[in-house]
T-cell receptor, first 113, second 112 residues
Framework: NAGVMQNPRHLVRRRGQEARLRCSPM?????VYWYRQLPEEGLKFMVY????????ESGMPKERFSAEFPKEGPSILRIQQVVRGDSAAYFC???????????FGQGTRLTVV | SQQGEEDPQALSIQEGENATMNCSYK?????LQWYRQNSGRGLVHLIL?????REKHSGRLRVTLDTSKKSSSLLITASRAADTASYFC????????????FGKGITLSVRP
């Protein structure tokens, strides 16, 4: 059973481009969470999704950021028109329904130049 | 807002010594978890303690939870150089939304 898979591991984007981050949860996990980590900081919650539903997006910036978890395929975190302040590590976590313990991926390190 | 606040922010010890890290939180919780993060890597789950538990052990790890003081401690006994990492506590409020709220973390350095 592979762990939570995130790709790419590293992503470089120029200001104004779009960044698309992918997360494949562990097999059998229907809940996906996205977190952002700035340098020397803890993780900050962004969004919580279940298949085809956004459950909680209270941590998502109001503009440029969106997330989805389709019926088939990975969860996608999309950042449009990236700015330097979006540079961070983005982590995805998954859990089975009804469970609190979340399993984290290795993260995608986004650098905006 | 920050829920978990760990202290100290940084800890440096000699291999073989014990390391104690503390975490305080503000609101009521369902579970508290500790994670480890090696530099530039993802988070590894260490241990989960439920709000109705007071102490839990896992190998060289011992976690305590005091809900009256809204605090938890993580003890690593007989530390090793490989324990060098950042350690985070994370809480969840339970219910339908099990999102985690993390502290800023503690940087542990174990000198060989």
């Amino acid at each position: 059973n592979a762990g939570v898979m995130q790709n790419p591991r590293h992503l470089v984007r120029r200001r104004g481009q779009e960044a698309r981050l992918r997360c494949s949860p562990m097999k059998g996990h229907s809940h996906v969470y996205w977190y952002r980590q700035l340098p020397e900081e803890g993780l900050k919650f962004m969004v919580y999704l279940q298949k085809e539903n956004i459950i909680d997006e209270s941590g998502m910036p109001k503009e440029r950021f969106s997330a989805e978890f389709p019926k088939e395929g990975p969860s996608i975190l999309r950042i449009q028109q990236v700015v330097r302040g979006d540079s961070a590590a983005y982590f995805c976590a998954s859990s089975p329904a009804g469970e609190t313990q979340a399993f984290f991926g290795q993260g995608t390190r986004l650098t905006v130049v | 807002s920050q829920q978990g606040e760990e202290d100290p922010q940084a800890l440096s010890i000699q291999e073989g010594e014990n390391a104690t890290m503390n975490c305080s939180y503000k609101t009521s919780i369902n579970n508290l978890q500790w994670y480890r993060q090696n530099s530039g890597r993802g988070l590894v789950h260490l241990i989960l303690i439920r709000s109705n538990e007071r102490e839990k052990h896992s190998g060289r790890l011992r976690v305590t939870l005091d809900t009256s003081k809204k605090s938890s401690s993580l003890l690593i006994t007989a530390s090793r150089a490989a324990d060098t990492a950042s350690y985070f506590c994370a809480t969840d409020g339970g219910g339908a939304n099990s999102k985690l709220t993390f502290g800023k973390g503690i940087t542990l350095s174990v000198r060989p």
